[in-house]
């Protein structure tokens, strides 16, 4: 076990220097991304509810130049010490089936690259000109630390080439938006993962030494105090690390598919406009089961448990962004340690108590359902202490704040 540090050089310079490795020629346009870590909200989305998200300080770059014989060359040197090299056809890629979470890692960081690749393409960022491509990643971000490693080499990737294709105004809300949607709607259409849009949100259009507070109701991005002004220093705690947790992907997505087809039936953009959402939906589900058969929807007692989820969740996030706005530390920490609505999402709840136990004044999944991480804050007289009992048994990466993804001039 251990306790990750930063490495050295910078992701941009290793980048950089992959890419000068790979194609024989100096990175001209090159991108970093921040991981991402949540405070309080990860399965409002859909909902039209409010999740809460940083940035920590580690980070994934990326290098891009054209090529002209519809090859896709993909270069990766990521902390953990997953690395790739290979040269394939893009076309090929987007045309085989779709690796589920028993592909190799290669195979599905393939997929990812080459959805989003494509996304640009359609969504006219990258020019009909260009076949083919080299992409060098270099990432300092362990994947199953709850960190956001995919999501960062995302945004990384998607700033890059939209840098390469030269479009304008990167720093402005409105593309930082649209690149924000083109990398989740690709990895939604490219991943087997359960997708968390506030991460590629947060990563695009985050601020330095604060939370990002994305409100799915209007689409509307603001900002809190950084709780480690709060007087502790912030954790991923993990068992093990390296690979992603898609464990519980399928009954996330199953359980978003439900609520946008509630959405569809009311007629309304998010079920939290619906007033009475719980009760409603439950008659809905339950006349949809007597008329078209149970296979079509969910049992109502999961189809209130999950609503009634929803519905806590997007007020714990609300009232967390307003206590870390008031700086009232005591509400904020007891109301991340608060029991949510019953779910059926497997949390590492063993892992909460065992950061409590060592020194954590609060501990929550990393992202219940999407890792299997925890993020405990510590007070910073115990901090030293927690990290040498956490590190003995446990992978710890310091979450310190970050900045915002950025074009990276060498």
């Known amino acids: 076990m251990a306790v990750w540090s930063d490495q050295s050089p910078s992701s941009v310079e290793r980048a950089a220097q992959l890419h000068e490795s790979a194609t024989g020629a ?71 089936p779709l690796p589920d979470a028993s592909s190799s890692l290669e195979s599905r960081a393939l997929r990812r690259i080459a959805g989003l690749v494509q996304a640009m393409g359609a969504r006219q960022i990258l020019p009909r000109d260009i076949n083919g491509l080299d992409i060098s990643i270099a990432s300092d971000i362990t994947a199953g630390g709850g960190l956001g490693a995919l999501y960062a080499g995302d945004a990384a990737l998607a700033l890059a080439l939209a840098d390469l294709a030269g479009t304008a105004e990167l720093d402005e809300a409105p593309t930082r938006a649209r690149l924000a949607e083109i990398c989740s709607a690709a990895a939604s259409a490219n991943s087997s993962l359960s997708i968390l849009r506030a991460r590629h949100t947060a990563a695009l259009r985050g601020a330095s030494d604060t939370v990002s507070v994305i409100d799915y109701a209007d689409g509307s991005v603001t900002h809190a105090p950084h709780p480690s002004r709060l007087g502790v220093r912030i954790f991923s705690v993990a068992h093990s690390l390296g690979t992603p947790h898609a464990e519980q992907a399928q009954r996330i997505t199953a359980r978003r598919a439900f609520i946008d087809e509630a959405c569809t039936n009311f007629g309304v953009s998010s079920l939290r406009q619906l007033p009475g959402a719980a009760e409603r939906v439950v008659e809905w589900v339950q006349a949809r089961r007597d008329i078209a058969g149970v296979d079509t929807a969910p049992d109502p007692h999961t189809a209130r448990d999950w609503v009634r989820y929803c519905e806590s969740e997007t007020l714990r996030s609300l009232a967390a962004a307003k206590a870390l706005r008031s700086r009232r530390t005591d509400e904020l920490f007891t109301l991340l340690n608060s029991p949510s609505e019953a779910h059926d999402i497997v949390t590492p709840d063993d892992l909460v108590a065992l950061a409590h136990a060592r020194g954590a004044v609060s501990a929550r999944p990393a992202a219940a359902g999407m890792s299997q991480a925890v993020i405990a804050f510590v007070p910073l007289v115990k901090a030293q202490e927690f990290l040498s009992a956490m590190g003995a048994d446990h992978e710890v990466v310091e979450i310190l704040p970050g900045t915002v993804a950025s074009v990276d001039k060498l």
């Open 26 to 96: 100096a990175a001209k346009h090159v991108a970093s991304a921040p991981a991402t870590w949540v405070l309080i909200g990860e399965n409002v989305d859909h909902f039209g509810g409010v999740t809460v998200v940083g940035l920590s300080h580690q980070r994934v770059s990326a290098a891009v130049s054209p090529r002209t014989d519809g090859v896709l060359g993909v270069t990766v040197d990521a902390a953990g010490g997953f690395s790739m090299a290979t040269q394939v056809p893009l076309a090929s890629l987007l045309d085989a």
